[in-house]
């Protein structure tokens, strides 16, 4: 496992070293919106003489280095006083608003309602510098239309809506203390706290901002670990960088620093941490190529439908839940995880030997027959989750055709996903093909009449 994620990593590297050549970049530290966030920050304490804001015909906007990065040297070291906290939001004027509020606000809240009242105050906002640099729209989810939604696979389609349905109700919650708020702005309440606005303001906090502890107090519930940092979060996401990143106590500044080191004139970039694609799209709103952890998941309701003839699955499936093995059950280019195939094992033995399903749960064979049936049902799996994949690709693109801008960014998004899928099943097929018999005939040994033929 841990052989397999090293050479993944060499190959990603190779591979980004390859078309390092062809990526170009354009600084942007001379557009107004950059002199004005560089200005900011050089007022509250920082400056950097090396990483400069750039356009990358690769990534979009990003952090280039100005000169050669070392291992082990800091890459960023932002102050306190540029950290946007919750300690910013109470120390506005939101903060008596928050404090005499009846029921205390989520920490997520309070950065929200600052990031909308501040963009309604627009130039007149001490915080117009790092504002005005954030993007205006993003390609998260909560964004996403109708269509681009029914487009994702199954199980992210599912966490889509509920990011969605999650907004929606944090708005729909907190339309009382926005009435609140009126005092302190120049327009009517309705007009300012939007669903439009608090979703902007609540994706900007939740792909953002950097995790940073805060010590509780008595005007703000649940845990809070958020900080917006201006200009670090131009840094984006390499799956294979390694970097160290926290809140330095001592110097009281959030510093990265890199672990590997980077060439000087390339994009200087950060790791989220190892997650797969469908959740970088879910909580980022982007993809990465020759991500090493991606992975296809196969959804339940799949795999109920691959083996609706089996009349006992009802039971089966009941035993696969209380032993935690109905979730993460995954393929990579490597092949089915063992989730998976321990799964379709017991799916493979009838009701009448359920005294045995604890033994293959513990890792105990099976016969070679029902072990073929098992990779046989596998198959199947991938060959449908690549046929969903395919139907889906060609409504993109036909979509692609007649969409405006902002849907087409969705479209891309979900496209990259939908590509990069495609190709881990087509791996994956291959995979099982190449360490399986190909059977011209019926298996051998078929399940008993109480399980699928």
């Known amino acids: 496992m841990t052989g397999r994620s090293h050479r993944a990593g060499r190959a990603a590297r190779k591979r980004r070293q390859k078309c390092e050549s062809s990526v170009q970049s354009v600084s ?18 920082f400056t950097s003489s090396l990483l400069q804001p750039a356009l990358f015909t690769d990534t979009g906007r990003g952090l280039q280095t100005l000169k050669t990065i070392k291992p082990g040297q800091l890459l960023i070291s932002l102050p306190e006083s540029c950290l946007l906290t919750t300690s910013t939001v109470l120390i506005s004027d939101l903060g008596p608003y928050i404090r005499s509020w009846k029921h205390r606000l989520s920490p997520l809240l309070a950065l929200c309602a600052f990031l909308v009242r501040e963009r309604h105050r627009g130039e007149a906002s001490d915080w117009f510098p790092y504002i005005d640099a954030l993007p ?6 909560a964004y996403f239309t109708d269509d681009t939604v029914s487009l994702l696979p199954a199980c992210v389609r599912r966490r889509a809506l509920e990011q969605r349905e999650a907004v929606r109700e944090l708005y729909s919650s907190s339309r009382g203390f926005f009435g609140s708020l009126q005092p302190i702005l120049s327009r009517p309440v309705e007009e300012v706290f939007t669903y439009e606005a608090l979703r902007w303001a609540w994706c900007s906090v939740n792909t953002r901002s950097v995790f940073m502890s805060h010590p509780s107090n008595d005007f703000l519930s649940g845990q809070d670990v958020y900080a917006l940092a201006p200009f670090l979060d131009l840094l984006n996401h390499q799956p294979d960088v390694q970097v160290k990143a926290s809140f330095n106590d001592e110097t009281r500044c959030y510093e990265i620093r890199s672990v590997s080191g980077t060439p000087r004139y390339q994009q200087a970039f950060i790791n989220y941490g190892s997650h797969d694609n469908q959740r970088l799209l879910l909580e980022y709103g982007f993809v990465a190529p020759s991500n090493p952890h991606s992975v296809v998941y196969v959804d339940t309701d ?11 699955l009802i039971p089966k499936m009941k035993f696969l839940k209380e032993n935690n093995l109905v ?3 995954t393929v990579s280019s490597d092949g089915l995880s063992w989730r998976l195939m321990t799964a379709l094992r017991l799916l493979s033995m009838p009701q009448t030997l ?5 033994a293959v749960l513990l890792g105990q064979a099976v016969c070679e027959e029902r072990e ?11 060959q449908r989750l690549l046929q969903d994949t395919q139907a889906a690709l060609d409504e993109i693109s036909v979509l692609l055709q007649q969409c405006d801008q902002s849907v087409r960014e969705q479209l891309d998004v979900v496209q990259s996903l939908r590509l990069e899928e495609r190709c881990i099943l087509g791996r994956c097929l291959e995979a099982q093909r190449g360490t399986t018999r190909q059977l011209d005939a019926p298996l051998p040994c078929q399940p008993d009449v109480d399980t699928v033929s």
Do not use: I
């Open 28 to 45: 942007l530290c001379h557009q107004l919106q950059y002199v004005r966030l560089m200005k900011f920050l050089h007022q509250r304490g």
């Open 136 to 141: 205006s729209a993003y390609t998260c989810p």
């Open 302 to 312: 799949l795999l109920c439908d691959v083996l609706r003839d089996d009349r006992s």
């Open 327 to 329: 979730h993460n059950l």
């Open 354 to 358: 359920y005294h045995q399903w604890k």
């Open 372 to 382: 073929e049936w098992s990779v046989r049902t596998a198959e199947t799996l991938c």
